[in-house]
């Protein structure tokens, strides 16, 4: 294992060959409602953990090797001196982007967020969620727009703790603006990106697409020409991602299905060469939940608690996670009684109609 100070030097790009960003799928996601007990876990257990790929694996959501797992599954295993871990190395760039992995593993972030620095050219650079305010994973990233120009500006994806971190420091130093879908949710944004709102960027434009769901400011970003998609937290390489509103979540993912997207850049985990099929897998996912909870209402005698239902439907979690599926349950229930499925009686009792 490797002191967790040489992550932020590591990057990734288009077409790299192995990525130590490489940790796999796990079948439920962490959700926010915990997220403070967990940041302060992750401050313990800082280590950047990636399994070791065969060089010839690209590393993408599509690798042989995968297999569905918890972020916290990864650290206990590591912990435990299981598996090979592969070091950081030097970060790398394609054409049209360098992400650079920021210092903020946890078994939310699983081995950190990816901070993107792309563009080039007399427009200069831009960097996506500077995740963290470490002095290295700054000057990683001003090294990063420095090949490409310069950072004019600084674009946040949504405004949760482990990707705006370091965009307050950032713009600091630069000067650069600091651009968010609202103020509401970024009281530092010098502007609001409104959806639609296109960035000219070198010979290609850079496109805000509102995507609410796992937050309600939540933007993506698509490079036009190249079909380029950086999702932040909509999509991950590593996991089903939190939610907020799942209705929102799946009318997102659905406007996505009709733009032409070559690649993925997520928020956290390596790029997603099959990006249409992913985001088919994701609204699969969530359908397939929704059907569990249902049936669980069902074999439950037509009523129950949300602890009743994960305990039902999460028979292969272990049970001191069940808090954190319970969220996962939560949102489809909410979802459910706005489409008149289900009805909450009482504080948490919830009846199938």
């Not at 992400?99 to 792309?118: E, F």
Request: proline share 6%.
């Amino acid at each position: 294992m490797i002191s967790w100070r040489l992550a932020m030097a590591y990057g990734f790009s288009r077409r790299r060959p192995c990525s130590a960003l490489s940790v796999v799928n796990s079948p439920w996601p962490f959700l926010p409602s915990i997220s403070c007990a967990i940041w302060q876990l992750s401050t313990i257990l800082r280590r950047p953990y990636g399994p070791q790929h065969s060089a010839k694996c690209r590393c993408t959501s599509r690798c042989s090797r995968a297999r569905p797992i918890s972020y916290l599954s990864i650290y206990l295993k590591s912990q435990n001196g299981c598996g090979k871990y592969k070091k950081a190395g030097e970060t790398e760039m394609s054409e049209s982007y360098t992400v650079l992995l920021a210092p903020n593993p946890s078994v939310m972030t699983g081995p950190g967020t990816n901070t993107i620095v792309l563009g080039g050219g007399s427009a200069g650079a831009v960097v996506i969620d500077p995740a963290d305010e470490n002095a290295e994973h700054l000057a990683a990233i001003i090294r990063a727009g420095e090949q490409r120009g310069g950072i004019r500006r600084i674009l946040l994806t949504h405004g949760h703790p482990d990707h705006v971190g370091g965009a307050a420091a950032l713009r600091q130093r630069l000067g650069a603006p600091l651009y968010a879908f609202s103020r509401a949710s970024v009281p530092a944004a010098d502007e609001e990106l409104a959806d639609g709102a296109s960035l000219a960027l070198g010979d290609d434009r850079l496109r805000a697409i509102y995507t609410p769901g796992h937050s309600a400011d939540h933007l993506c970003y698509l490079l036009e020409n190249e079909q380029l998609l950086f999702a932040g937290d909509l999509i991950s390489g590593i996991t089903t991602n939190v939610i907020a509103d799942l209705f929102k979540y799946l009318n997102s993912l659905r406007r996505l299905q009709s733009e032409q997207i070559a690649e993925i850049v997520p928020g956290h985990g390596p790029v997603i060469a099959d990006p249409q099929a992913k985001i088919a897998e994701y609204i699969a996912h969530r359908l397939q939940r929704e059907r569990q909870v249902l049936q669980a209402l069902e074999s439950l005698g037509r009523t129950a608690t949300v602890p009743a239902l994960v305990e039902h439907i999460y028979v292969d979690v272990e049970p001191r996670l069940h808090p954190v599926a319970a969220y996962s349950v939560k949102a489809h229930l909410v979802k459910l009684e706005r489409e008149g499925r289900v009805k909450l009686r009482g504080e948490d009792s919830w009846q199938l109609l």
